[in-house]
């Protein structure tokens, strides 16, 4: 029985159309186009070996970088025809492609496959766009440094349970949100380093019958290598995976920063002010000015958790080699790209421009007996052991409370009630510049201390 030529790039073997429901529902794509630029450049530097090894000659690859340049002009300029009856981003380029310059665009696919097509172009957009996060994190970094220089004497309560427990300096607590985005900038260099390898020349699972050059192709992509084993190569998403728990993991940290802001911000605290245009107003209340940045990036770290779970489970069992669940990676995956960089983006530019109010800190510190620790570790260098001290500062703040008064505000008489080794030195230390200036120890909150952390910080993001 002879048949019309098909539409559809694999439609030799069928006798029928597909259901017009089935290829809605089978293509991607609506959503993978975002990889068109490249794909693009996939196509391009395998045409390159493929001239490169005779099985395009000079004019056939001219004219499929002519015509590949013509198709990223119509999509960049947002005249691209995408057709779902194309099924993918490589289908509609391909079928373009040939449109525009006839046969030797259908010799661009010889000796690839759609597998190892988008393993690679996946890798491609995902090293890029881990360079992004990576910027925007160094961003962020540098604001965080600027602002705790400033900072680095400015004394705040430091917190366990969230109750007042020591005083610390407000430069030394954003040194700790530095320390969380270090972190994340190296588990996304490593999360590169794995994704790195090229996939081309694995074709559909089992490699290619053509000679391909596939160090060559790998060099002009900037792959570190070309893949190993072709089974893998074209089925595994664990970089997409690894990516997603580096995303997870940095957007908690982004929500553990949002969290603090919210409740400092709060009335109740007023340790700062976050400038109007990251926060809204109420409909209903006049008065209300609301954190609704940092409360999205909060909430926001919910979805990124949910793709991780949505990627492992996509991997979970899938036998060797390509299966079309893979399709499914691309919107997890895409999403929590655009809410990473989101996120780190409005924190790079929220952040440094809070407004602290110092006062409200300070005041914050005193009221909360955090020089507590300080009495009890001077009465342990006056000979008391420890315990013996903490009893001792235990009854000297209950007394405290009992008076409405800060340890430091109390006369030498009341506090040698408790131990008459307590001597006049004792106020150096209840004072609250006298409990973080003794914290004058490698990674502790001393101004000095701040100072020095600082220095090292900045070293970092040369
Ligand atoms: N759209 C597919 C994906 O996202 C591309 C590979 C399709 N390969 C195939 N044999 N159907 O994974």
Known sequence: MSKQPDARMWGGRFQEQTDEFVEAFTASVEFDQ?????????SIAHARMLHKIGVLNDQELNAIQQGLATIQQEIEQHQFVW????????MNIEARLTQLIGDAGKKLHTGRSRNDQIATDIRLYLRQ????????IRQFQQGLLDLAEQHAQTIMPGFTHLQVAQPITLGHHLLAWFEMLERDHGRLAGCVKRLNVMPLGSAALAGTSYPLDREYTAQLLEFSSASRNSL???????????????????????SRMAEEMIIWSSAQFDFITLSDRYCTGSSIMPQKKNPDVPELVRGKTGRVNGHLISL????????????????????????????????????ADMVPNIQVNQEAMYQAAKQGYATATDLADYLVNKGLPFRDAHEVVGNAVA????QRKDLSECSLEELQQFDDCI???????LTLEGSVNARDILGGTAPDQVKFQIAQCRQLLK
């Not at 975002?34 to 996939?42: E, F, P, Q």
């Not at 007394?399 to 009992?402: F, L, T």
């Open 399 to 402: 007394y405290a409370i009992d």
């Open 423 to 429: 001597g006049p030195d004792v106020f150096d230390l």
């Open 129 to 136: 766009e881990i360079s992004h996060c990576q910027q925007l």
């Open 232 to 254: 893998d190569a074209v089925s595994d998403r664990d970089f997409a995976i690894e990516f997603c728990a580096d995303a997870a993991i940095c957007m908690t940290h982004l």
């Open 34 to 42: 975002r990889l068109a630029l490249v794909d693009i450049s996939g």
């Open 312 to 347: 492992l489970t996509l991997m979970k069992s899938q036998p060797l080699a390509y299966n079309k669940d893979n399709q499914e990676d691309k919107e997890p995956l895409f999403d929590t790209i655009d809410t990473l960089q989101g996120s780190l983006r409005a924190f």
């Open 83 to 90: 057709s779902i009856k194309l099924e993918d981003v490589h």
